[in-house]
Nanobody, 125 residues
Framework: QVQLVESGGGSVQAGDSLRLSCAAS????????MGWFRQAPGKEREFVAA????????NYADSVKGRFAVSRDNAKNTVYLQMDSLKPEDTAIYYC??????????????????WGQGTQVTVSS
């Protein structure tokens, strides 16, 4: 069983930065893909960013490209989401997710087996 614990959310002004962290329990963390998703009130959960295991290749939603960066520290079993130039439309609950089977990143929530509890990010104009 893998447990994921997010941290780093908060309330900021437009243009500010935040770094989210997701600490994972369990073995072989470095093998598996990790993803970040978000859900705004009244909207479906959407893909934000993901990073592959081992090689660390990454992919981003168009809406965050150039502003967000995903990374992982396999020694600490932690994945990060650096969010810069935040906009009010980035306001959402952010979730990290872990696959138990695939190493390559995916933008599909169904490819992930474990989810954190979420952390709130609020960006005011």
């Amino acid at each position: 069983q893998v447990q994921l614990v997010e941290s780093g959310g908060g309330s900021v002004q437009a243009g500010d930065s935040l770094r989210l962290s997701c600490a994972a329990s369990g073995r072989f963390f470095n093998w598996f893909a990790m993803g970040w998703f978000r859900q705004a009130p009244g909207k479906e959960r959407e893909f934000v960013a993901a990073i592959s295991g081992i090689r660390g290749t990454s992919n981003y939603a168009d809406s965050v490209k150039g502003r967000f960066a995903v990374s992982r520290d396999n020694a600490k079993n932690t994945v990060y989401l650096q969010m810069d130039s935040l906009k009010p439309e980035d306001t959402a609950i952010y979730y990290c997710a872990s696959s138990s089977q695939r190493s390559r990143w995916s933008d599909q929530p169904g490819e992930y087996d474990y989810w954190g509890q979420g952390t709130q990010v609020t960006v005011s104009s």
